[in-house]
């Protein structure tokens, strides 16, 4: 996932030395007051929601590719409601109507994080994916990722573009900052990592894909990735060239959208690769902080599920296990997020 940080490699000239690939439902829960002290769940499903029956599961991967995704451990996680779609610009837009939030892509870069830039060059602005229209090295992220000022939730591609007729995509350059304040405006948080894999397995089981062992089954593209030569050829055989609007491929059997592909997610987790080691077996919340050896200073969350830009070729974390991450104030037009709600007991 690209990092804000993009933004002080591009205007300083220095070189990216790493890169990891890659409704509000405001409506509250009753409470009524009765006379009757009766403790029950609410077994309503909240609009937009589904229920998460919880469980036991194998979290993580064998593949060698994915060496911060090891070892295979099993885990098990309490139920939970989740969002059965990737929170869109509709919602997004509603929350922010509601509170005048401002997400960091909109705020003013601040001279102490970006040092060796002059103060004129540090505009708002998130990282866009910018095809060079030529094969190039793919050890090089500069090639195809472009800080744009003016580059927000609302003007996903730059200034000049605008989410008009697209309320059903996925909200994008949003980064944790703002999921979390969404997720507390709506009464509802991020999910753990563990519980976003425990729902994207959707009962499968730990397979190649979430969706199963063949990439395309029944010779039909089933999640938002990347088809053809990355990163200038993009056949987009699955439909869609960039971020489709949600619900527009199957669900998964919990009722779930896009967990593969579209836009990647933010989980609460902090990330460290050598978390899977030790992590607790019961509801694992994450290291207490974070550490990546890629890049030692940045606070990074984990990330999951891949994006349209993830492809066998490039970026292959959509795969099933297989995690990413990003830091704590960066978005790109490929980041977005989904929330999850703990059942509630409540006195009647
Ligand atoms: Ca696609
Ligand atoms: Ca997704």
Known sequence: MICRKIAWYVLSGSCLTSFICCTGNTSKQPEEKNAK????????????????????????????????AQPMHKITVDGFYMDEH?????????????????????????????????????????GVFSPPGQKVSLNDPLQWWKYIPGANWQHPSGPNSSIEGMYNNPVVH?????????????????????????????????QTYYWG????????????????????????????????????????????????G???????????????????????????????????????RVQRGGSFICSDEYCVRYKSGSRGNGEIRSGSNNLGFRCVRDSVIIKN
């Open 37 to 68: 002290e009766e403790t029950k769940r609410i077994d309503t499903v909240p609009g937009k929601m589904v229920w998460i029956q919880g469980g036991t599961f194998q979290m993580g991967t064998d593949d060698p590719a994915f060496t911060d």
């Open 86 to 126: 990737e929170v869109t610009n509709a919602e997004f837009e509603s929350f922010v109507k509601a509170t005048n939030y401002k997400t960091v892509a909109e705020q003013k870069l601040d001279t102490k994080d970006y040092p060796g830039v002059p103060p004129e060059s540090l505009v708002p602005g998130s």
């Open 174 to 206: 949003i980064s944790y900052d703002d999921a979390v304040a969404y997720a507390k405006w709506a009464g509802k948080r991020l999910p753990t990592e563990g519980e976003w894999e425990y729902a994207a397995q959707g009962g499968r089981g730990n």
């Open 213 to 260: 062992n063949e990439l395309k089954p029944n010779g039909k593209w089933v999640a938002n990735i990347y088809q053809g030569e990355f990163p200038d050829k993009n056949t987009a055989e699955d439909g869609y060239a960039g971020i489709a609007p949600v619900k527009s491929f199957p669900a998964n059997a919990y009722g779930l959208y896009d967990m593969d």
């Open 262 to 300: 579209n836009v990647w997610e933010w989980c609460s987790d902090f990330y460290r690769p050598d978390y899977y080691q030790h992590s607790p077996t019961t509801n694992p919340r994450g290291p207490s902080d974070s550490y990546d050896p890629q890049e030692p200073g940045s606070v990074k």
